[in-house]
């Protein structure tokens, strides 16, 4: 069983940055492809990015990409999301994911991810 425990998220101005932080525990963590999803108010859970074991490989939603990277460290057993050029519509609770396994057709998917953390509150200003 995986515990995940998202930290990091705040009030910024648009235009600003903010690195999100997941700690996991309780498996190996080496072993989990890990994705970040968000949940703006009013709107379904979307998709923002994902990234596979060792974090050479990442993927992005169209609408972060080249303004969020996703990177990890195993050794500390964390995954992070740094978010720059923050706009008003990046708003959301955020949540990181485990998944057991990687499928190219299926990252996207938050059905297929088994782990979750309780979300950490992203808010940028106008």
């Known amino acids: 069983q995986v515990q995940l425990v998202e930290s990091g998220g705040g009030l910024v101005q648009a235009g600003g940055s903010l690195r999100l932080s997941c700690a996991a525990s309780?498996?190996?963590?080496?072993?989990?492809?890990m994705g970040w999803f968000r949940q703006a108010p009013g709107k379904e859970r979307e998709f923002v990015a994902a990234?596979?074991?060792?974090?050479?490989?990442?993927y992005y939603a169209n609408s972060v990409k080249g303004r969020f990277t996703i990177s990890r460290d195993n050794a500390k057993n964390t995954v992070y999301l740094q978010m720059n050029s923050l706009k008003p519509e990046d708003t959301a609770v955020y949540y990181c994911?485990?998944?057991?396994?990687?499928?190219?057709?299926?990252?996207?998917?938050?059905?297929?991810?088994?782990?979750w953390g309780q979300g950490t509150q992203v808010t940028v200003s106008s």
């Open positions: 994911a485990a998944k057991s396994t990687w499928r190219s057709d299926n990252f996207h998917l938050q059905n297929e991810y088994s782990y």
């Open positions: 309780g498996g190996t963590f080496s072993s989990y492809p």
């Open positions: 990234i596979k074991y060792s974090g050479v490989f990442t």
